[in-house]
Structure formats: structure tokens, C-alpha cells
């Protein structure tokens, strides 16, 4: 896995996809994890700064959240990033002969 930035920019996109890190797996994972009903703990500051990202409301009964709510902000999550994408794998951004930010248009781009 790789990350993906521009050094003039905020610009960023998730790590590149594989067959073992890709969204298929995400969201089944997510669906494993988060199917049964039940409250978990979490940091406030995640919950609130996932929910800014999401736009999803989340429901926190100090620090606990209900798992289907958190199921909702992780699909709405992984469907952003899913969306933001701009190259999907390692080989095609090698491939690519235009590599330019999609926000800036510099060629400044990073990979961590």
C-alpha cells in the first residue's frame, strides 16, 4: 500500500488498491465488524471528526456508539474515498503519463 499527496496542496487520496486492500474488502469488512448489535467505546474526538467527514450524525452516549450508526458512517466513509480515487493502483499512476494533482495541478506528487 502506498499514500498518495501533493506537496502543494491539501490534496490526498487513500493508499493504492490490491487484491487484499480494496473497497469489495472494506465494506465487507465493515459489515463483519459492525452487523451485530451492540455499543462500543470510541475516542470523542473520532467520532466527531468521522462525523464532520461523513456528514453522518452520530448518536454518542458517552463515547458509545450504536454499531449500525457507525456502520452507516463507515459505508458513507468508504463510498467518499471510494470517490475521491484518482488512480486506483500503484501500476496505474506508474503508467500514467499525465501525473498532475487533481486539485492544483502540480506535479509535486508524493508517495508515502
Known amino acids: ?31 463483519k465488524w459492525l452487523w451485530r448489535p451492540r455499543f462500543f467505546k470510541l475516542d470523542n474526538w473520532f467520532i466527531e471528526e468521522l462525523s464532520r467527514y461523513t456528514k453522518v450524525p452520530v448518536f454518542n452516549f458517552n463515547g458509545k456508539v450504536f454499531s449500525w450508526n457507525w456502520l452507516i458512517l463507515e459505508f458513507i466513509k468508504n ?8 488512480w486506483w493502483t500503484y501500476k496505474s499512476f506508474v503508467k500514467d503519463p499525465n501525473k498532475i494533482c487533481p486539485k492544483c495541478s502540480s506535479k509535486s506528487l508524493d508517495i508515502d
Not at 4 to 26: E, G, V
Not at 79 to 86: A, E, G, H, I
Request: hydrophobic letters at 45%; aromatic letters at 24%.
Open 79 to 86: 463510498l467518499k474515498v471510494f470517490l475521491k480515487q484518482r
Open 1 to 31: 500500500m502506498a499514500y498518495l499527496h501533493c506537496h502543494n496542496c491539501d490534496w490526498a487520496q487513500d493508499d493504492f488498491w490490491t487484491w487484499r486492500y480494496n473497497p469489495i474488502i472494506c465494506f465487507w469488512s465493515d459489515i
